[in-house]
């Protein structure tokens, strides 16, 4: 009879913020499939709830945890009740809860509001946990942490009407850089991945009826794409679970398209 084969991920703990949907739902059950332990994050408890019921593996060993990560307090505070709970701090930490609230937009029209909540969601969202995570781990002993960002194709491709955005995800890519030199001391690797359009809620509001992109997919059927088709959410999460494996061991700082050959 054959041995069973370990997960590359069993025995670690993950934290992965925006994981009641999208790519952050699939992160989890990704990280959760290769034998880790999995607190999922959102702002939305009933999400959250129901990625958890997704979840492989001992169901004692993940937990929910409702958070609004453009909260300091609220972050700091998760991370204390985790590594509480848990009796270690995360050694794998995916701050993926992103997006643009409030839509996307000429810089013309754009109000204020909107620009400021895209920039603090994507930008302000990652240094939160970033830095929280990063805290947890050096104050436990933490000496193969692996902290995986989540940036945007567009951050390298600048197109009209996605200024807020594209300022957010470029900053967070130049972000990551940063911290990974910063973190490299403490044995905590750094890197972002850069998703090109990817078949999530995200993507359904954009493209939907009255969406800001409705015609644009429309005409091209994501046929611009060289490989014909959008990524599915577990293409990227199978990268950011690459990431936070050993098998990237010397890979820090690096930003890794999933894009279809789209650049």
Same mark, same amino acid.
């Given at each position: 009879m054959a041995e069973s084969k370990e997960g590359r991920l069993t025995g670690r703990l993950a934290l992965v913020?925006?994981? *009641?949907?999208?790519? *952050?739902?699939?992160?989890?059950?990704? #990280?959760?499939?290769?034998?880790?332990?999995?607190?999922?994050?959102?702002?939305?408890?009933s999400a959250a709830k129901e990625t958890l019921s997704l979840?492989?593996? /001992? =169901?004692?060993s993940h937990r929910q945890y409702e958070v609004d990560v453009l909260s300091s307090e609220a972050v700091q505070e998760m991370f204390k009740v985790v590594c509480s709970e848990y009796k270690a701090a995360p050694s794998i930490v995916a701050p993926v809860a992103g997006g643009t609230p409030l839509g996307v937009g000429n810089i013309l029209d754009?109000? %204020?509001?909107?620009f +400021?909540?895209?920039? /603090?969601?994507?930008?302000?969202?990652? #240094?939160?946990?970033?830095?929280?995570?990063?805290?947890?781990?050096?104050?436990?002993?933490?000496? +193969? *942490?692996?902290?995986?960002?989540?940036s945007?194709?567009?951050? %390298?491709?600048?197109?009209?009407?996605?200024?807020?955005?594209?300022?957010?995800?470029a900053a967070v890519q130049q972000f990551t850089k940063v911290a990974a030199l910063e973190l490299a001391e403490h044995g905590i690797r750094?890197?972002?991945?850069? =998703?090109g359009a990817t078949r999530t809620p995200f993507l359904d509001q954009l493209t939907g009826k009255g969406g800001p992109l409705q015609d644009h997919y429309k005409a091209s059927s994501g046929?611009?794409? =060289?490989? *014909?088709? #959008?990524? %599915?959410?577990? %293409?990227?999460?199978?990268?950011?679970t690459f990431l936070a494996s050993d098998e990237s061991s010397y890979v820090s700082g690096a930003s890794i398209k999933v894009s279809g050959g789209l650049q």
């Open positions: 913020t925006g994981g *009641g949907s999208g790519i *952050g739902r699939a992160v989890c059950q990704a #990280f959760a499939r290769e034998g880790a332990k999995v607190v999922v994050a959102d702002i939305n408890g979840l492989q593996g /001992d =169901p004692k754009m109000s %204020e509001k909107s +400021n909540l895209t920039i /603090d969601l994507n930008l302000k969202g990652t #240094f939160l946990t970033v830095k929280a995570a990063a805290k947890a781990m050096v104050d436990n002993n933490v000496n +193969n *942490g692996s902290i995986i960002t989540i945007s194709r567009v951050a %390298e491709t600048p197109r009209a009407g996605w200024s807020s955005y594209i300022a957010a995800k750094c890197n972002s991945v850069l =998703p046929t611009g794409i =060289p490989m *014909g088709r #959008f990524a %599915e959410p577990n %293409e990227v999460a199978n990268v950011i």
